[in-house]
């Protein structure tokens, strides 16, 4: 049960696009499509961004897009706005029942 | 609207037990699968155990495998976590969410549970 792989911070200036990465394995991230990526502010719950590598619940903004390629998953976030600083986790299924967690990715405006 | 809102978080020492709840509702809550995420204090989220819709199936991470009890009365719509021989590194918010194609598509506020001598 190794956590998935990504970068500690990501920047960008609004209206800019950025892309953060989320690195696993074939028993995980390769192995399912099964990923799901969170966005979570500061003393808040986490909220769904995304599930099943690339769909969006209804109510969060298409300027969120993810991926899938090999073992490597990865969120786009679009025309970036003052309200998407926030911390970014991904998650995956990881065979036999079980979830495993990025350690997430503080995306910072500038 | 789904409102999941979880109790029984406070204060334990090292090798005592605490019980946590999850109030459900807005959902059918008998038809989920249900999730407990925690997030040590500054650190990220760690999947912690799921049950299934029905609680005939249970799935712990290893680090809480065979201390920590996930269960579910679905007649009260509450999802339960006992937590026994906890651990300093126990200490964390928990959160429930409610499950969906491996993710948790909604999630309660969260409650802090601190173990400490």
């Known amino acids: 049960q190794s956590a998935l792989t990504q970068p500690p911070s990501a920047s960008g200036s609004p209206g800019q696009s950025v892309t953060i990465s989320c690195t696993g394995t074939?028993?995980?991230?390769?192995?399912?499509?099964?990923v799901s990526w969170y966005q979570q502010h500061p003393g808040k719950a986490p909220k769904l961004m995304i599930y099943?590598?690339?769909k969006r619940p209804s109510g969060v903004p298409d300027r969120f897009s993810a991926s899938k390629s090999g073992n490597t998953a990865s969120l786009t976030v679009s025309g970036l706005q003052a309200e998407d600083e926030a911390d970014y986790y991904c998650?995956?299924?990881?065979?036999?029942?079980?979830?495993?967690f990025g350690g997430g990715t503080k995306l910072t405006v500038l | 609207q789904v409102q999941l809102v979880e109790s029984g978080g406070g204060v334990v020492q090292p090798e005592r037990s605490l019980r946590l709840s999850c109030e459900a509702s807005?959902?059918?809550?008998?038809?989920?699968?249900m999730h407990w995420v925690r997030q040590a204090p500054g650190k990220g989220l760690e999947w912690v155990a799921v049950?299934?819709?029905?609680?005939?199936?249970?799935y712990y991470a290893d680090s809480v495998k065979g201390r920590f009890t996930i269960s579910r009365d679905n007649s009260k719509n509450t999802l339960y976590l006992q937590m026994n021989s906890l651990r300093p590194e126990d200490t964390a918010v928990y959160y429930c969410?409610?499950?969906?194609?491996?993710?948790?598509?909604?999630w309660g506020q969260g409650t802090l549970v601190t173990v400490s001598s």
């Open positions: 099943e590598v690339s």
């Open positions: 049950i299934s819709y029905d609680g005939s199936s249970k």
């Open positions: 807005g959902f059918t809550f008998s038809s989920y699968g």
């Open positions: 969410a409610k499950g969906s194609s491996w993710s948790g598509v909604s």
């Open positions: 998650s995956s299924y990881a065979g036999s029942n079980i979830v495993v």
């Open positions: 074939s028993s995980d991230v390769g192995g399912y499509n099964y």
